[in-house]
């Protein structure tokens, strides 16, 4: 059933807190490429142990879900997310004084599973809104927006800076998230299944373990496959002999056209034709993939990249409402989050491997072919009937 055109205030409230804390806390994983240099420079570090700080932050901020299915359902949200959000300033804060390399990676660590924790809060609260798809396609803008203007403005602004400046900027950009916390009401989760925000004609009361399963599945086949191509596009451009300065150009278009089919599924939010629609966005992403098979031209991997990105930002959110879906298990948006986690983690690391096994990218495309369709059978199955 659509949703109406303008939601409840409670619902408003819910938007703006995931807008906020979506944008800064995610800034986190956006930041790598702006302070891999300083980090580098600054505690002499090897790619080896540049590449293990990253992989612990961003293994930090996906392992929050473990212990968020200990409180989740028991804390207030509201004191969760003072709590967690004090520790993210404090952690930033810290990072800019430590000159020590273990103690960054101990710092690093601990912020991330605050922001991760705070994350699990937010796809909990997206689910239980009346108009799920608008929700989570809030929480996708708002990520890639910050992280287009980070990629934007951070390396010109921060030039002739140490690191220890930009974690600083973190820390206030997360200290004003703290004015939007009374957004949202902090019993949410403690309530009846039926006396959420979502009404129980929306939350089916019974989760179908068969349909959580294959939800689940479609969930980690889906970032297995997307991040391991997305890891690897400018690997791709260069071994068909696509010049740096062209490629890069090519991938922030491909931002660009993931922030516009974001907003697109934001405005048009839970919609009849959902099913329509992930059908739509499975066989173009998939298309794209095939597309860069063969070592392709630049016009060619302009179009395979743009439409990747396009159909994975449009894709998110209609998979993640159709989650939401299922049933009304306050943990179910807590171990979907878990998949994505282990889903962003595999992939690269199978896409790596693939590739230096067999010299090529052969391999690592069709993988992702295979998991992109996989994917897109596996969440129709999961679908309820209307």
Known sequence: MASPAVGTSSDRGTYTYI???????????????????KLAAQFGLSPVELGMLFSLELGAFSLATVPAYLWLTRMNLRTATYLFTAVVIAGNLASGFIDSFALLVAARVITSLAAGSITVIILSLSGRTSNPSRAFGIFVVFQLAMGALILAVFPALYAGTGVAAIYWTLAGLAALCLLVVRCIDGDALRKNDGGGLASAAQVPERLPVGKFVLGMAAVLLFYIALSGVWAFMAQLSAGAGIDLSASSLVLSVATVAGIVSALVATVLGDTPKRRLFLLGGYIAMALSVALLFGAPGLVRFAIAAVIFKFAWTFILPYLLSSLSSLGSSKHLMNTTNLMIGTGFAIGPIVSGS????????????????????ASLLCIMGAQRKA
């Open 19 to 37: 807008a906020v804390f979506s944008a800064v806390l995610y800034t986190v994983l956006l930041i790598a490429p702006v302070i891999a240099g």
């Open 354 to 373: 693939l590739i230096q096994s067999s010299g090529s990218f052969g391999g690592m495309l069709t993988l992702a072919v295979v998991g992109v369709l």
